[in-house]
């Protein structure tokens, strides 16, 4: 199989480098282009109830802070971009609640042939208490996907 169009979703954390690394040597075995996305919950406005109605509770970041995140996730995603070395490589940060669903239309957009994500091996419990993106791409992926094991 070759690829022409690869997706490579980034955690922007110390992970980020090994899945681009993998993804970078399928692209120029296959001469293909990257785009690097890195997926940001926004920021939404957390309530409880109180006394009298719902009190707002600021227990997230603010929207200074979030904005400085976004800034600094595009930021780590340009170096990244920039390391790899490929021809055409594009990057995003997207703001999205749904990190399957944000891949899947970026997949649809470039008409990507294959997904690269970072997978850490969890199972078991730990599967339960925390999502993985690798394992909810995998239910209904809309082209090849490639899950790199992530050294631990």
Not at 32 to 45: F, G, K, M, S
Not at 50 to 63: L, N, R
Request: charged residues 25%; contains cysteine; glycine residues 6%.
């Amino acid at each position: 199989m070759t690829y022409k169009t690869i997706i490579v979703a980034v955690d922007n954390d110390t992970t980020s480098e090994q899945v681009c690394e993998c993804a970078h040597a399928l692209a120029q075995a296959c001469d293909a282009t990257i785009t690097l996305i890195h997926v940001i919950e926004p920021l939404y406005p957390v309530a409880m109830p109180g006394a009298i109605g719902v009190v707002p509770v600021s227990s997230g970041p603010t929207d200074e802070e979030h904005q400085q995140r976004i800034k600094e996730s595009g930021e780590q995603i340009a170096a990244l971009k920039e390391k790899l070395g490929v021809r055409a490589v594009d990057y995003r940060v997207i703001e999205s609640a749904w990190t399957r669903e944000a891949i899947h239309n970026v997949v649809h957009e470039v008409d990507a042939d294959l997904i690269v994500v970072g997978s850490h091996g969890r199972h078991g419990l730990s599967l339960f208490f925390d999502r993985s993106t690798a394992r909810e791409l995998l239910k209904d992926a809309p082209c090849d996907l490639l899950a790199v094991r992530i050294d631990q």
